[in-house]
């Protein structure tokens, strides 16, 4: 037996850094796969480790990098990486590093705060129309809208128990990504052709969403999906209930003090399981309360 082509590493660790200028914030979103190859032969025949540099170490490798060089550019990222573990260890020959870049762009809110963003290029946008040959029924809505404050948010004072190990904190990134779904208040009738303009009803919920999370400072997710929410039925007459589902894409500080790095709320992990999961819907006072079929399942 031969062996043939190997590498190994560590894949998708997801890397989020911040610079915080001031009232406004940058971000640069990675996702870094590390593959390393070179004098692995006895690892694999005879399980020896002597010249095996641990996955684990790569990982602590790009989140220590994103404090240490920054990220101004994927590519720069990923040269300063390379580098880094073909020049520091003798076995390793060739570094091959592979990234996905998330854009997020800034949240148009007026204002001298510059915090807020949303991801690009991720929302879809959803309708359902039931008609039983009486009345209409739509349903309007978007998924997959990732938005992050990158500061604004606390969140402490919350029950503990022997298991509770989270720790209570003043200022986190809060990021989730909006499922919503909101029901029209027109339903007509056979004859009735109804509003016209749709899209411009659905871009003024879908910035009324962005606003709201962009203005609220965040005690709790479920805080930020009530104002959500509340906005949207406050300033849209013809919208009489909205139904969120926010999943909380935690994002924890990375420990750099192994080290010998002080991480001053600049880099993070971005974990995307297990995650909080937090809906309700919001409804127009003297509306139906009763929650349609089509909004109980987003």
Known sequence: MILGQNQYGKAESHVVRIVRDGATHHIKDLNVSV?????????????????????????????????????????????????????????????????????WERIGVPGPKQHSFVRRGQETRTAQITFDGRA????????????????DSEFHGYVKDRYTTLPETRDRVLATEVNA?????????????????WDRSYEGAREHLLAAFADTYS??????????????????????????SLPNKHHFLADLSPFG??????????????????????????????????????
């Open 35 to 103: 593959a390393l190859s070179g004098d692995m032969e006895e690892v694999h025949l005879s399980g020896s480790n002597a010249n095996v540099l641990t996955t684990d170490a790569t990982k602590n490798t790009v989140f220590a990098f994103a404090k240490e060089h920054g990220v101004d550019s994927a590519e720069q990222f990923g040269i300063h990486l390379a580098r880094h573990f073909v020049t520091s260890q003798d076995s390793i020959r060739t570094a091959r590093i592979r990234i996905e870049e998330h854009a």
């Open 181 to 197: 779904r909101w029901r029209h208040a027109w339903t007509g009738d056979a004859t009735d052709p109804g509003p016209t303009d």
């Open 136 to 151: 209409w029924q739509i349903v309007s809505g978007l998924k997959d809208l990732v938005v992050l404050n990158s500061t």
């Open 219 to 244: 005690l709790s997710l479920q805080q930020t999906l009530y104002q959500m929410g509340s906005r949207v039925i406050d300033q849209c007459p013809g919208i009489d209930e909205i139904r969120l």
């Open 261 to 298: 790095l002080e991480n001053d709320n600049e880099v993070y992990y971005a974990a995307d399981r297990p995650y909080g999961l937090i809906e309700a819907t919001v409804l127009r006072d003297g509306a139906d309360p009763g929650i349609p079929a089509d909004l109980t399942n987003l």
